[in-house]
């Protein structure tokens, strides 16, 4: 673990902990909700969005402080809203190797679980949006500061809760193109897991306008890189390493853009039922390899752009890095 993720963490359990004690004071009913959220967040996970959020910031010229520890926590509680919720559309029962939200509300309910759980699931995901904006606000910014950064911090909310609806659309639509899942990619991943983290640290560091916007160029196509390798992990990933069962996508047909690849090129799949079946279409069809050559491309577009960043020759590298280690990461 890392200075930014030792700090972080602390964060989080520290503003949990005081949300829990006020929570209980309405109801003590209320503190075995509070301790899912707080295990769903312990979780582990990437703390990808609070590490981009701290290079944006290093990289507009101020050094990792506080305030910023704490901008980078309330993303963390926003990307634990936009999971639980994410689960329970998607019906699925684990996340990052340990049962999903709803399965846990659900098994503790003495009433209904089958309805209790989902229920009690979207609450708690709201419930972390609420307190990601709470804490955000209390970071210890500047008024000035924070008034900076709203418009992308606005932004990367919108996006991404447009982004999850095109998801469900394409989820139950008949049969989803190639451009509809980039479409998804672009707004539920790229948007909101690379290009808003980044710009929001710039912004709460003051940075220039022109270096804010450059981060597109970057951001996008990385952001797709890494949105095409969570598909290739949910279709080919070791549930021991992914956190969830392998070929869990493939089952439930998620609208991915190798599953719309294949469809193309392998019509019949779509009849097909068995896993490893479909696995094999995929190899067979070409697809895969297509999958792997359009993360190539994007992962060459993305890093060309980060060494064009007017930022210090040491942050690029950092940028660098980080990204080649998603892009092409087994978890």
Known sequence: MNELEARLELALQDFLAERRSAAISLDARLGPLVDELESAVAAGGKRLRPQLAAWGYRA?????????????????????????????????????????????????????????????????????????????AASGFTPERLARAQPVYNLLRTEVTLG?????????????????????????????????????????????????????????????????????????????????PSGEDLRERKPTWLWARTLG??????????????RNLMVESGALAEAEDKIRALDDEALAAARRLRVAGELVDELVELTERLVWRRS
């Open 60 to 136: 507009g010229g101020a050094d990792l402080d506080d305030p910023m520890v704490r901008a980078g926590a309330a993303l963390e509680l926003l990307h634990t809203f936009a999971l639980i919720q994410d689960d329970v559309m998607d019906r699925s029962v684990t996340r990052r190797g340990r049962p999903a939200s709803h399965v846990v509300l659900a098994a503790a309910a003495q009433v209904e679980p089958e309805r209790f759980g989902p229920s009690a699931a979207i609450l708690l995901g709201d419930l972390a949006l609420i307190w990601a904006d709470q804490l955000l």
């Open 164 to 244: 999850q609806y095109l998801d469900v659309l394409a989820a139950h639509s008949r049969r989803v193109t190639e451009a509809e899942a980039l479409a998804v990619n672009r707004y539920k991943t790229a948007s909101y897991t690379v290009e808003r983290p980044i710009q929001l640290g710039l912004a709460l560091a003051g940075a220039p306008d022109d270096l804010i916007r450059a981060i597109s160029g970057y951001a996008i196509p990385a952001g797709i890189a890494f949105q095409l390798r969570d598909d290739v992990l949910g279709a080919f990933g070791d549930p021991e390493v992914t956190g969830k």
């Open 265 to 278: 090129l392998c019509p019949e799949a779509e009849t097909v039922k068995d896993v490893d079946t479909l």
